[in-house]
T-cell receptor, first 114, second 112 residues
Framework: EPEVTQTPSHQVTQMGQEVILRCVPI?????FYWYRQILGQKVEFLVS????????KSEIFDDQFSVERPDGSNFTLKIRSTKLEDSAMYFC????????????FGQGTRLTVV | GEDVEQSLFLSVREGDSSVINCTYT??????LYWYKQEPGAGLQLLTY?????DMKQDQRLTVLLNKKDKHLSLRIADTQTGDSAIYFC????????????FGTGTRLQVFP
């Protein structure tokens, strides 16, 4: 069964460092998403991406964040200068199309900023 | 607004039924979902319902949708200790947007 894969599963970084979280969406999907879940809190939308550009972003997705699809398979989230409050689980998701039945989620990357 | 609300905790005895409730905001949502998250794990899609349906049953799971009141519920029959997890409802918002919005999550604890 096709699945969304994320690497690494856990990343520890020092405050101020840049991190890149990687995702491989399902191959024929066209829409890609990043969500964030701070420990014990709800899952929050960060950004959606379609046709090689951001289609929507939330207030959380400020200038420190960027997304890229550098090749035909990877979808990355970069945090330029990490802060303590960026510590969270980051989920990547992909879907076939707009309003499609299901968004498939990866297992998440736990980011710990120290 | 984009608030999807759920009660925070539910505690049930093994073998009983669990009912987890959710209220959502976007009446134009075409699909509504229930996700399960076990400790330290990712989001597992349990089931979903199309907005023109009132009910969907899938083995031990029953989803009820009251579109007028924007109320969604998930009933788990014969709840087992393995059902202990956090359950998120989510709506797919499509009016001027295209994204899943998650509820606050309900922590279900099943005791023997």
């Amino acid at each position: 069964e096709p699945e969304v894969t994320q690497t690494p599963s856990h990343q520890v970084t020092q405050m101020g460092q840049e991190v890149i979280l990687r995702c491989v969406p399902i191959s024929n999907h066209l829409y890609f998403y990043w969500y964030r879940q701070i420990l014990g809190q709800k899952v929050e939308f960060l950004v959606s991406f379609y046709n090689n550009e951001i289609s929507e972003k939330s207030e959380i997705f400020d200038d420190q964040f960027s997304v890229e699809r550098p090749d035909g398979s990877n979808f990355t989230l970069k945090i330029r200068s990490t802060k303590l409050e960026d510590s969270a689980m980051y989920f990547c998701a992909s879907s076939l199309g707009q309003g499609s039945t299901e968004a498939f989620f990866g297992q998440g990357t736990r980011l710990t900023v120290v | 607004g984009e608030d999807v609300e759920q009660s925070l905790f539910l505690s049930v005895r093994e073998g009983d039924s669990s009912v987890i409730n959710c209220t959502y905001t976007d009446s134009s949502s075409t699909y509504l979902y229930w996700y399960k998250q076990e400790p330290g794990a990712g989001l597992q899609l349990l089931t979903y319902i199309f907005s023109n349906m009132d009910m969907k049953q899938d083995q031990r799971l029953t989803v009820l949708l009251n579109k007028k009141d924007k109320h969604l519920s998930l009933r788990i029959a014969d709840t087992q200790t393995g059902d202990s997890a956090i359950y998120f409802c989510a709506e797919w918002m499509t009016y001027n947007t295209d994204k899943l919005i998650f509820g606050t999550g309900t922590r279900l604890q099943v005791f023997p």
